[in-house]
């Protein structure tokens, strides 16, 4: 395994990801665990390389220092930016300030004589050197690097770019080979844990699932598990793999809040009960949603509502469900798929260092007020693992790579009041557009329209325009479609939808969806706009 430390930057996730990527386990841990703690984590022989990130902080704004014991176990560390700098200023050498800010894309000389960077250069100036073309992110450098180290990288405003100590293997890179604007980043890091510290590529799913099952096992022991199915891709593979683990312990609560997509309450029954038989209660709350949402218009208010009525529901559920069958000791634990981007955006892995960007609503309160002790068995995986373990564990690829769904649905997407005549019409509006989607490829990729747009959706306009049809005027409500193409759903583009696939889409809702005579493809990219329309 290779241990990250974490020092705040925002990009440190990106870090794991790629180790993953090349089948090595990694974890995420602050900056600032103590040196018994490394050795502590070192002392079961796995540990085969530390890796120190950046940070969003410069070394004269805070002192944070690597635990002196990364230097001393023998295995290798890679420092990236202000884990260079770190590295450089614990071990004897110096960092400056520097006036000059270098934000961005660099060419930096790569010495290749290094095994972190031999053979690797994206490009070779005519003196026959090589060059790397990188992401730079600082405005304090290394000046003098300590004994031992020898120059592996510059460039003409960053005379030392890169450092290497190979007798003891300790590198540091001042760009970012995390980030994919740096080409050959993942080449880089696929060496330094592959070959530098020798780290076996075996973290593969189908070793995963054993290790996991028999830790929910392990964990659970005899005693029963309550989970709440959402129908979402992280709820379904938690369920999937604790249903795995310890079969009819397992109890899923799924509520339905009839602000779902069409049959997606019954795909997700017939998926776990019908297929999996796994023990699902499935909690038609739909009427009461939609009570309580009558008359209100405001969208922070509307999230508020159904937030609140999802976790009353759920609790209700779960008091009844804790009552001990006969013959059963009563639910004791409460699963959650709580991922790893979740843990570590949350702060749980108790950083203080990362800056938190939102607290998950996964990572909530709810089992300390049900009395129930947490199950998390996706805690270390990213989406893509957790994805790849659906598949692995037999669920349908199509429920695995859907496209996210808010938590409160369509109740976001219909904009104002919400009433069941608008979700009804909304759900068969969306429904042909996915279909749609799903079924129309684009002949360059061979891949389907579904799957080159990173979430698309129908959006309901409580407005009535006049159209005509047949001989007839009609005076009906407007649909307007959704589809973006995003790589972290902070920025988006509007997708480049081919014509005919719209006028199919378009001529077909307004057919087949009687109430909807007019059919609009929003154009808006985030920022200035956002995703959903509320
Ligand atoms: P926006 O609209 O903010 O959406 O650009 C970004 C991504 O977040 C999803 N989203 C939500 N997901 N609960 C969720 O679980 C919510 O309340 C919520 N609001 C937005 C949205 O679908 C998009 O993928």
Not at 138 to 149: I, L, N, R
Not at 160 to 179: K, L, N, S, T
Not at 501 to 514: A, M, T
Request: net charge negative.
């Amino acid at each position: 395994k290779i241990l990250i430390l974490d020092f705040g930057s925002q990009v440190t996730q990106l870090i794991a990801r790629r180790v993953r990527e090349a089948h090595v386990y990694c974890e995420v841990h602050p900056c600032d665990v103590s040196s018994e703690w490394v050795r502590q984590y070192a002392a079961d022989g796995r540990l085969k390389g530390i890796i120190l990130s950046g940070s969003h902080a410069s070394v004269y704004e805070v002192d944070d220092r690597a635990p002196d014991a990364v230097f001393e176990l023998g295995v290798p560390v890679l420092g990236i930016c202000y884990g260079m700098q770190t590295m450089a200023q614990q071990l004897g050498g110096k960092v400056e300030g520097s006036p000059h800010r270098e934000f961005g894309y660099a060419e930096v000389r790569a010495r290749g004589h290094t095994a972190l960077l031999k053979d690797i250069a994206d490009f070779h100036t005519p003196e026959g050197h090589g060059m790397l073309k990188v992401w730079m992110s600082h405005g304090d450098k290394v000046t003098e690097m300590p004994p031992g180290f020898k120059l592996m990288a510059s460039t003409d405003s960053c005379p030392i770019a890169g450092m290497a100590d190979e007798a003891r293997r300790f590198y540091g890179v001042q760009f970012h080979p995390e980030v994919t604007h740096t080409v050959q980043g993942r080449a880089m890091l696929e060496r330094f844990v592959l070959e530098v510290c020798g780290a076996k590529p075996d973290w593969i799913m189908r070793d995963h699932i054993k290790e996991a099952v028999a830790a929910i096992r392990a964990q659970v022991g005899d005693e029963e598990v309550l989970l709440g199915l959402s129908g979402g891709v992280d709820s379904s593979v938690a369920a999937a793999l604790i249903h795995r683990a310890i079969g009819d312990q397992l109890t899923c609560v799924f509520v339905d809040h009839g602000l779902l997509r069409l049959h997606e309450g019954d795909m997700v029954m017939d998926m776990f009960a019908g297929k999996l038989h796994a023990r699902v209660i499935r909690v038609d709350a739909s009427d009461l949603f939609l009570r309580e949402l009558a008359g209100v218009t405001d969208p922070e208010q509307k999230r508020k509502i159904i937030g609140r009525l999802f976790v009353d529901v759920f609790k209700a559920e779960a008091e009844k469900l804790k009552a001990a069958r006969p013959g059963s000791k009563g639910i004791q634990w409460l699963a959650q798929g709580t991922i790893y981007p979740d843990v570590i955006e949350s702060g749980g892995a108790k950083s203080k260092k990362a800056v938190t960007i939102k607290s998950h609503h996964n990572v909530g309160g709810l089992p300390e007020q049900l009395g129930l002790k947490l199950l998390e068995p996706l805690r270390d995986l990213f989406k893509d693992e957790v994805r790849e373990l659906g598949v692995a564990l037999g669920l349908p690829h199509d429920m695995v790579y859907r496209h996210p769904f808010p938590g409160p649905g369509l109740g976001v997407r219909i904009l104002g009041e919400v009433k069941k005549e608008y979700a009804d019409l909304l759900r068969r509006a969306d429904a042909i557009f996915i279909e749609e989607l799903r079924s129309t490829i684009e002949p360059n990729s061979g891949k389907s329209w579904y799957d080159l747009t990173s979430q698309a959706f129908a959006v309901f306009l409580p407005v009535k325009s006049v159209g005509v049809m047949g001989d007839g005027r009609t005076y009906d409500y407007v649909v307007a479609l959704r589809a973006v193409q995003t790589s972290d759903f902070m920025t988006a583009d509007w997708a480049e939808l081919p014509y005919g696939l719209l006028k199919r889409v378009s001529s077909r809702i307004i057919n087949e969806v009687r109430g909807i005579n007019r059919v609009t493809y929003d154009v808006s990219s985030k920022p200035p706009a956002t995703i959903e329309w509320e």
